[in-house]
């Protein structure tokens, strides 16, 4: 069975920084490109940041170019995003997926695989 666990969550204050953890089981994804998204309360799930198979090449929202960093190790078959200098609005649910269908990097509807997500909540 195919899964995908995020970790690393939590509360922290604006300017700080969190590291969140996507351990995949079930397969290898070491071949496949992953990304993070995010959904705060009422609002749509929106990119975060891709990254491709052997990690050369990321991609990363407007809102966060700059502060996160999204990363893999395939020996361990887990993705990060290191979020640094956290602001209120970057408040959300943050999931990650496995790219599984071709076409753009930001659209929700080429994922699959989601894990159950991690809440990350910066305080002002």
């Known amino acids: 069975q195919v899964q995908l666990v995020e970790s690393g969550g939590g509360l922290v204050q604006a300017g700080g920084s969190l590291r969140l953890s996507c351990a995949g089981t079930g397969r290898t994804f070491s071949t496949v490109g992953m990304g993070w998204f995010r959904q705060a309360p009422g609002k749509e799930r929106d990119f975060v940041a891709h990254i491709n198979w052997s990690g050369e090449s990321t991609t990363y929202a407007d809102s966060v170019k700059g502060r996160f960093t999204i990363s893999r190790d395939n020996a361990k078959n887990t993705v990060y995003l290191q979020m640094n200098s956290l602001k209120p609005e970057d408040t959300a649910v943050y999931y990650c997926?496995?790219?599984?269908?071709?076409?753009?990097?930001?659209?929700?509807?080429?994922?699959?695989?989601w894990g159950q997500g991690t809440q990350v909540t910066v305080s002002s």
């Open positions: 997926a496995v790219r599984y269908y071709g076409g753009s990097y930001s659209r929700a509807t080429n994922y699959a695989y």
